[in-house]
Each structure stands twice: as structure tokens, then as C-alpha cells.
């Protein structure tokens, strides 16, 4: 089988269901909790019995040494203790035990009856010293018959108030415990198999049930068309993990929405700004060759025709960098330049079309940055001719240049005192094709994509603009150029 086939087959495999992947995940995670859980209960059964088992001996240890210490010669009080006592024990269905008393040449002076088959005294550990009760229980020792009956196996040495020595043993059948843990182990290992089974179903119907928003939202999405996009799934309906994917997705629905109208508009002004020199191109055309002309006739209407055809080149020109920009297919040929500089050479351009206009140019402040320069010229350049467009006989234009308050990069403000704009236009004015009023649209200069211009490239270095206006005022325009690392590092 070649490379590309087991590659096809790996892109073909079903990767199975959300719901379940979530029923898998939840039984083994419920599966491993009841593991853990019943080993541990079984685990604190265990130690809790064979707790109660040691305190026990150490109890009847302790009861020993202190009659052998305070009645050492009262072998009736012993006697009851030793033989009686644990005999009346050994009926009961549990703590059945047997004692013994020793001298520590190992001679037995007395013990339970019967206690010498059972426990032979060398099985029992080596007796501890006198010492507190809680103590003593650390010291007992679980022991087996050949037969495998269990005990559990104590010793203590005690001295009494003549001096003699005596060695305590004491033994507890745990062979009931035992088998009460051997059943709770067998009950055990029969639950958990339906445990995990039930959390296997469960686990099924809640990821059934969880997934239950996510099929409506998938049938809301499918109810969306090309015709409906103003159509949405409403968020507030899903749960808090669901939401975010809705609002996600109804905010990428009002991004196409909004694409889709623009592109219509787009398309609209589009085919609105074409028409017009195309009209005026036919009409001058039919007008002329209505009857004979003079040659300054034809010469005037070829220059008209010229003029349209320079206005269409242009428009064409504007609409292919713009097209470029949005696919980043214009690379930045990044330069240092000196920002004062380039301003000042862009006024002295305009130098002779603005001693015509009556209009004044200043130019402001001290600043670096790295930019492309053919960009940035372009970008000055067409906010520069707008301002002399706009500004009256005897205006101002200030070209200002300064680091932003914040020192991340480089402001650089446009500002004239002509005619300004009114508050409602401005969000629309760096849209293509947009112009404010019909007076600025009969300019044959104008495109209505110099603004929408300027704001790519200040998109494309990652730069913004602003504007700011009043009417009979003025307006600035601001763009913002940001500082490379290598720029804030080297100011």
C-alpha cells in the first residue's frame, strides 16, 4: 500500500461521536473513582478491624500487669482472668482469646485451658518491657496455624512489688474477621462490575443530553442562508460552555453581513463611478460627431476624453492597491526616515498649487520611524491634497509630527481651517467611494479612495488613523505609526 493511500485512509477514518468520546471518558473516570474508593474503604475496613484487634490485646495485656503487679500472690484473681474469663469468651462470637502467664525460665505458672495445642508460647514475639497500653498494641504479631487458622499473637514482661519478673501472652482468633473480610471482598468485586456498567449508561444519557443544545444550534445554522444572514441563533438560549461558540458565531454572521452589504455598496459606487466618465467619454463623442467640427472642436473634446481617461486610470489604479493590500500582496520595503524631512518635501511639491490657493504650509516637530517610504509619501500626500482642496483663500495646513504620549511610535497630524465635516459623515469617510457632499464628488481629481488608500497602508504597518472635525472650523486628521523593536530599543 503506498503513502498516499494509508494517508487517504487516515483522512477517511471516522473519528467517531463527541457523545461518545464524553461516554467513554466519563465511565473510565467513573471507573477509576470506584476503584480507588472501594480499595480504600476495603483497605480502612481492614486496618480499622485489626486496630480494634490490637487494642484488645493490649487491653487484656494491661489488665494483666496490673493484677500481676498489685495482687501477684492472688492467684484466684488471676485465675479468673486467665482461665475463666477467656473461656466464657471463647463462646461469644467474637474476641475469642487465649492468655498465659510465664516465668522467664519459660515455665508456664498458668494459662487458658487448651492454650498449648492451640499456641505453643515460641510462636509469640519476644516479650516488650513494660510500657504505656497505646504502646504495646504496635507490638503484636499476626500468626497462622498449620492449618492456616489465624491469630494475633501479643507478649509483655511485668514485674510485680516483690520484685519477680513474668512474661504475659495473650492470642485473639481473628479466623471470623477474616472471613467477614473475604466476604465483603467477594461482595465487592460483584458491585463494582455493575457500578461501572450503570456509569457507562449514565454517562451515555447525559452526553446525550448535553450535546442536545449543540443539535439545536446546528439546525439554527442550518436555517442560515446567503439571504438570511440577518438571521441569528440567539446565545442567551445555550448553556455557558455553548455560548460563547453562539455568540462566535453570530458575530461571524454580522461580519458577513456586513461584508455582503459592503461588497453590494462597493459594487453599487463601483459601477456608479465607472458609468459616469464612461457617459461623459460616449456623450462628448455623439455630440461631436453630430456634424463637422473645427480642429480646436476636436481638439478640445479629445483633451475632455483624456481628462475622463486619466480619472478612469486613475480610479482603476486606486482600486488595484487597495484589492492588493487587503490580500497583503503589497510587501513593505521598510527605511529609516527622517519624518520632518519627508514633510517638508511633500510642502514644497505642493509649493506652487498652494501660493496659487492662497494657502500656508507649516511643518512641526522632530521624529524617526521606519516606514516604507513610497507608502508613507503616498499616504501624506493624499491628506495633504485633500486640506488644500478644502481650505479657502488665505487658510492654514499644519503638518505636525510628534512621539505618541505613550512612546510606542510616531504621530503625525494633519490639520487645515477650512471648511470641516459634519459629525455624521465622519465614520464613513474612510469608506470607498465615500464623499460627503456632491460638490466634493464633481471634483475631477477625486476617486473617493484616498482615504480608504491611506487607511491600508496604515493597516499594513500596523498603524491606525483618525479624524477629527467640526464644521467651518477645520479638521485634523492623525495617523499613528508604530516603533519596531528595534526602534524602541534605538531611539
Same mark, same amino acid.
Given at each position: 500500500?503506498?503513502?498516499?493511500?494509508?494517508?487517504?485512509?487516515?483522512?477517511?477514518?471516522?473519528?467517531?461521536?463527541?457523545?461518545?468520546?464524553?461516554?467513554?471518558?466519563?465511565?473510565?473516570?467513573?471507573?477509576?473513582?470506584?476503584? @480507588?474508593?472501594?480499595?480504600?474503604?476495603?483497605?480502612?475496613?481492614?486496618?480499622?478491624?485489626?486496630?480494634?484487634?490490637?487494642?484488645?490485646?493490649?487491653?487484656?495485656?494491661?489488665?494483666?500487669?496490673?493484677?500481676?503487679?498489685?495482687?501477684?500472690?492472688?492467684?484466684?484473681?488471676?485465675?479468673?482472668? @486467665?482461665?475463666?474469663?477467656?473461656?466464657?469468651?471463647?463462646?461469644?462470637?467474637?474476641?475469642?482469646?487465649?492468655?498465659?502467664?510465664?516465668?522467664?525460665?519459660?515455665?508456664?505458672?498458668?494459662?487458658?485451658?487448651?492454650?498449648?495445642?492451640?499456641?505453643?508460647?515460641?510462636?509469640?514475639?519476644?516479650?516488650?518491657?513494660?510500657?504505656?497500653?497505646?504502646?504495646?498494641?504496635?507490638?503484636?504479631?499476626?500468626?497462622?496455624?498449620?492449618?492456616?487458622?489465624?491469630?494475633?499473637?501479643? *507478649?509483655?514482661?511485668?514485674?510485680?512489688?516483690?520484685?519477680?519478673?513474668?512474661?504475659?501472652?495473650?492470642?485473639?482468633?481473628?479466623?471470623?474477621?477474616?472471613?467477614?473480610?473475604?466476604?465483603?471482598?467477594?461482595?465487592?468485586?460483584?458491585?463494582?462490575?455493575?457500578?461501572?456498567?450503570?456509569?457507562?449508561?449514565?454517562?451515555?444519557?447525559?452526553?446525550?443530553?448535553?450535546?442536545?443544545?449543540?443539535?439545536?444550534?446546528?439546525? *439554527?445554522?442550518?436555517?442560515?442562508?446567503?439571504?438570511?444572514?440577518?438571521?441569528?441563533?440567539?446565545?442567551?438560549?445555550?448553556?455557558?460552555?455553548?455560548?460563547?461558540?453562539?455568540?462566535?458565531?453570530?458575530?461571524?454572521?454580522?461580519?458577513?453581513?456586513?461584508?455582503?452589504?459592503?461588497?453590494?455598496?462597493?459594487?453599487?459606487?463601483?459601477?456608479?463611478?465607472?458609468?459616469?466618465?464612461?457617459?461623459?467619454?460616449?456623450?462628448?463623442?455623439?455630440?461631436?460627431?453630430?456634424?463637422?467640427?473645427?480642429?480646436?472642436?476636436?481638439?478640445?473634446?479629445?483633451?475632455?476624453?483624456?481628462?475622463?481617461?486619466?480619472?478612469?486610470?486613475?480610479?482603476?489604479?486606486?482600486?488595484?492597491?487597495?484589492?492588493?493590500?487587503?490580500?497583503?500582496?503589497?510587501?513593505?520595503?521598510?527605511?529609516?526616515?527622517?519624518?520632518?524631512?519627508?514633510?517638508?518635501?511633500?510642502?514644497?511639491?505642493?509649493?506652487?498649487?498652494?501660493?496659487?490657493?492662497?494657502?500656508?504650509?507649516?511643518?512641526?516637530?522632530?521624529?524617526?520611524?521606519?516606514?516604507?517610504?513610497?507608502?508613507?509619501?503616498?499616504?501624506?500626500?493624499?491628506?495633504?491634497?485633500?486640506?488644500?482642496?478644502?481650505?479657502?483663500?488665505?487658510?492654514?495646513?499644519?503638518?505636525?509630527?510628534?512621539?505618541?504620549?505613550?512612546?510606542?511610535? @510616531?504621530?503625525?497630524?494633519?490639520?487645515?481651517?477650512?471648511?470641516?465635516?459634519?459629525?455624521?459623515?465622519?465614520?464613513?469617510?474612510?469608506?470607498?467611494?465615500?464623499?460627503?457632499?456632491?460638490?466634493?464628488?464633481?471634483?475631477?481629481?477625486?476617486?473617493?479612495?484616498?482615504?480608504?488608500?491611506?487607511?491600508?497602508?496604515?493597516?499594513?504597518?500596523?498603524?491606525?488613523?483618525?479624524?477629527?472635525?467640526?464644521?467651518?472650523?477645520?479638521?485634523?486628521?492623525?495617523?499613528?505609526?508604530?516603533?519596531?523593536?528595534?526602534?524602541?530599543?534605538?531611539?
Amino acid at each position: 500500500m503506498s503513502a498516499t493511500s494509508l494517508k487517504n485512509d487516515k483522512i477517511d477514518r471516522d473519528p467517531g461521536s463527541i457523545a461518545g468520546r464524553l461516554t467513554l471518558l466519563y465511565t473510565l473516570s467513573a471507573s477509576a473513582l470506584l476503584i @480507588v474508593v472501594t480499595a480504600f474503604l476495603y483497605e480502612a475496613v481492614v486496618i480499622n478491624l485489626r486496630e480494634e484487634d490490637k487494642q484488645f490485646l493490649a487491653d487484656k495485656v494491661h489488665s494483666l500487669q496490673i493484677l500481676l503487679k498489685e495482687h501477684g500472690d492472688n492467684w484466684t484473681s488471676l485465675e479468673q482472668e @486467665v482461665q475463666w474469663e477467656a473461656v466464657t469468651a471463647k463462646v461469644t462470637p467474637y474476641y475469642a482469646y487465649f492468655s498465659r502467664i510465664l516465668e522467664p525460665q519459660g515455665i508456664v505458672v498458668i494459662e487458658t485451658p487448651g492454650m498449648a495445642k492451640v499456641v505453643p508460647a515460641m510462636v509469640f514475639p519476644m516479650p516488650a518491657a513494660e510500657t504505656k497500653r497505646g504502646d504495646l498494641a504496635e507490638n503484636s504479631l499476626q500468626w497462622h496455624t498449620t492449618d492456616g487458622h489465624p491469630y494475633l499473637l501479643l *507478649a509483655a514482661q511485668v514485674v510485680n512489688e516483690a520484685g519477680e519478673s513474668r512474661v504475659i501472652q495473650v492470642a485473639l482468633d481473628i479466623s471470623r474477621e477474616d472471613a467477614l473480610l473475604t466476604d465483603y471482598q467477594r461482595k465487592l468485586a460483584m458491585i463494582l462490575p455493575f457500578g461501572i456498567l450503570l456509569s457507562a449508561l449514565l454517562g451515555a444519557l447525559v452526553a446525550r443530553r448535553g450535546m442536545r443544545p449543540l443539535q439545536d444550534i446546528t439546525r *439554527a445554522a442550518q436555517r442560515i442562508t446567503a439571504s438570511q444572514l440577518h438571521e441569528r441563533i440567539e446565545p442567551t438560549r445555550w448553556p455557558r460552555e455553548l455560548r460563547t461558540l453562539a455568540e462566535a458565531f453570530d458575530q461571524m454572521l454580522g461580519r458577513l453581513e456586513d461584508s455582503f452589504t459592503r461588497l453590494t455598496q462597493f459594487s453599487a459606487d463601483l459601477a456608479h463611478e465607472l458609468r459616469t466618465p464612461i457617459n461623459n467619454l460616449m456623450g462628448e463623442a455623439e455630440v461631436t460627431l453630430a456634424r463637422a467640427r473645427s480642429e480646436t472642436e476636436y481638439r478640445n473634446v479629445l483633451e475632455s476624453s483624456l481628462e475622463e481617461c486619466g480619472r478612469l486610470s486613475r480610479m482603476i489604479d486606486s482600486l488595484l492597491f487597495l484589492a492588493r493590500a487587503d490580500n497583503a500582496q503589497v510587501p513593505l520595503q521598510l527605511a529609516r526616515l527622517d519624518v520632518r524631512q519627508e514633510l517638508e518635501a511633500i510642502r514644497d511639491f505642493y509649493e506652487a498649487v498652494t501660493e496659487e490657493q492662497g494657502v500656508t504650509i507649516q511643518c512641526e516637530g522632530e521624529a524617526g520611524l521606519e516606514a516604507d517610504p513610497i507608502l508613507f509619501r503616498r499616504a501624506v500626500t493624499n491628506l495633504l491634497a485633500n486640506a488644500i482642496r478644502h481650505t479657502s483663500l488665505g487658510g492654514q495646513i499644519k503638518l505636525v509630527v510628534e512621539p505618541s504620549p505613550s512612546a510606542d511610535g @510616531v504621530s503625525i497630524h494633519v490639520s487645515d481651517n477650512g471648511c470641516g465635516i459634519a459629525r455624521e459623515h465622519l465614520p464613513k469617510v474612510f469608506d470607498r467611494f465615500y464623499r460627503v457632499d456632491q460638490a466634493r464628488s464633481a471634483d475631477s481629481h477625486s476617486t473617493g479612495l484616498g482615504l480608504a488608500i491611506i487607511r491600508s497602508i496604515m493597516a499594513m504597518h500596523g498603524g491606525t488613523v483618525s479624524i477629527e472635525s467640526q464644521p467651518g472650523k477645520g479638521t485634523t486628521v492623525t495617523l499613528h505609526f508604530p516603533l519596531f523593536n528595534d526602534q524602541k530599543n534605538h531611539p
